[in-house]
């Protein structure tokens, strides 16, 4: 399996979420490290998502969770650098409610077809975002869906700890890119 570059939102995934669980178990990943976890800067997480992904010996994967999404679609469109592909947990919709004011610089996402594979996994009762958000987003940037049920914000105050379903849907994804090399 490709390197794995781990992409938390905001607050950067404490101890008990899904990502930290992986993180901890697989050699392979590593987490990206923007200035502020708290106080996201879309400028700055592009170009730590850009120097993460420089650094790895060869494209690699990337497992984003809620505003990381996001930046995946911003920093596709600004960077070249190669990915084998991205897992999306929990896109969040810019025109929720619930979307942070704080980090409006990454709502007007591009729209186009990414240029690497790339899986949305939704939740039906998301605070975030509404299934049907998800399922634009998969139309428009060209990625696969799995709705997963429900399981609010697919976060630490889901309680899935390791996410044993998550990780199998992760490989089934990863063992499909590979497949595409």
């Known amino acids: 399996m490709a390197e794995i570059v781990i992409l938390p939102g905001i607050g950067g995934s404490g101890e008990t979420h899904w990502q930290t669980f992986w993180e901890r178990a697989n050699p392979r990943a590593r987490r990206f490290q923007p200035k502020s976890w708290d106080q996201p800067d879309l400028v700055d997480w592009i170009e730590a998502l850009d120097r993460a992904v420089a650094t790895a010996d060869e494209p690699p ?57 790339s899986l949305i996994i939704a939740s039906s009762d998301d605070p975030y975002s509404e299934v049907e958000y998800a399922r634009t987003r998969a139309a428009q940037w060209g990625s696969g869906i799995v709705e997963v049920g429900a399981f609010g914000h697919i976060n630490s105050g889901s309680g899935l700890e390791d996410w044993p379903s998550g990780l199998a849907l992760f490989r089934a994804f990863a063992a499909g890119t590979e497949c595409m090399e």
């Open 61 to 117: 994967l990337l497992v984003a969770h809620s505003l990381a999404c996001l930046l995946v679609g911003h920093w596709q469109r600004a960077s070249s650098l190669a990915v084998a592909g991205a897992f999306l947990v929990s896109v969040p919709d810019p025109q929720s409610e619930a979307f942070p004011a704080a980090v409006a610089t990454f709502a007007a996402v591009p729209e186009g077809r990414f240029r690497f594979p």
